[in-house]
T-cell receptor, first 115, second 116 residues
Framework: KAGVTQTPRYLIKTRGQQVTLSCSPISGHRSVSWYQQTPGQGLQFLFEYFSETQRNKGNFPGRFSGRQFSNSRSEMNVSTLELGDSALYLC??????????????FGSGTRLTVV | QQQVKQSPQSLIVQKGGISIINCAYENTAFDYFPWYQQFPGKGPALLIAIRPDVSEKKEGRFTISFNKSAKQFSLHIMDSQPGDSATYFCAASLSQSGGSNYKLTFGKGTLLTVNP
């Protein structure tokens, strides 16, 4: 059974650029969540999508956006990159949503470095 | 506002010892408390989870103890092994659907090192 797949695994971008990260959930999972992980702030919630609808959004600036497609695959976009956006971006999927269902599975993440 | 506080930041134990990691939460509406294990280069993986209607849950060498009145829960790793060396995160969530749910609030993590 395939897990949560995130692409690319590593990314280096320059300040001011934009970036798009991709997440393919486990087959049958309709909820996709995104988290930012940094050494200082730990794991912070970005947003959650279910059936192409954003159900919850964390406290991040509008430069961070996401979407979900009809096949449940999700993308997140960060525009006008800042040095502080350097982090590991994690995607997680579940059948119904985090907390509602125990099956909340993380991908291995995309390591974004902004220079 | 940090709603889940985790301690210690790092922990070193000897092989065969007991590792104990503690978490405290603020939101009394939380009703789902999972623990995640993360190895370098990997995403967090669910280890064990508990709901507040029980005070303890055990799965193999891993036990969660839950104290609802104190708003605290802890992870105990019995007979700790070098392979348990990883970062452990506690988390909390609202399990019911709707509103501002649909997210996990994480503690900041504990780096566990088990010496052989």
């Amino acid at each position: 059974k395939a897990g949560v797949t995130q692409t690319p695994r590593y990314l280096i971008k320059t300040r001011g650029q934009q970036v798009t990260l991709s997440c393919s959930p486990i087959s049958g999972h309709r909820s996709v969540s995104w988290y930012q992980q940094t050494p200082g702030q730990g794991l912070q919630f970005l947003f959650e999508y279910f059936s192409e609808t954003q159900r919850n959004k964390g406290n991040f600036p509008g430069r961070f956006s996401g979407r979900q497609f009809s096949n449940s695959r999700s993308e997140m976009n960060v525009s006008t990159l800042e040095l502080g956006d350097s982090a590991l971006y994690l995607c997680a999927s579940s059948k119904t949503g985090p907390g509602v269902n125990y099956g909340y599975t993380f991908g291995s993440g995309t390591r974004l470095t902004v220079v | 506002q940090q709603q889940v506080k985790q301690s210690p930041q790092s922990l070193i134990v000897q092989k065969g010892g007991i590792s104990i990691i503690n978490c405290a939460y603020e939101n009394t509406a939380f009703d789902y408390f999972p623990w995640y294990q993360q190895f370098p280069g990997k995403g967090p993986a669910l280890l064990i989870a508990i709901r507040p209607d029980v005070s303890e849950k055990k799965e193999g060498r891993f036990t969660i103890s839950f104290n609802k009145s104190a708003k605290q829960f802890s992870l105990h790793i019995m007979d700790s092994q070098p392979g348990d060396s990883a970062t452990y995160f506690c988390a909390a969530s609202l399990s019911q659907s709707g509103g501002s749910n649909y997210k996990l609030t994480f503690g900041k993590g504990t780096l566990l090192t088990v010496n052989p």
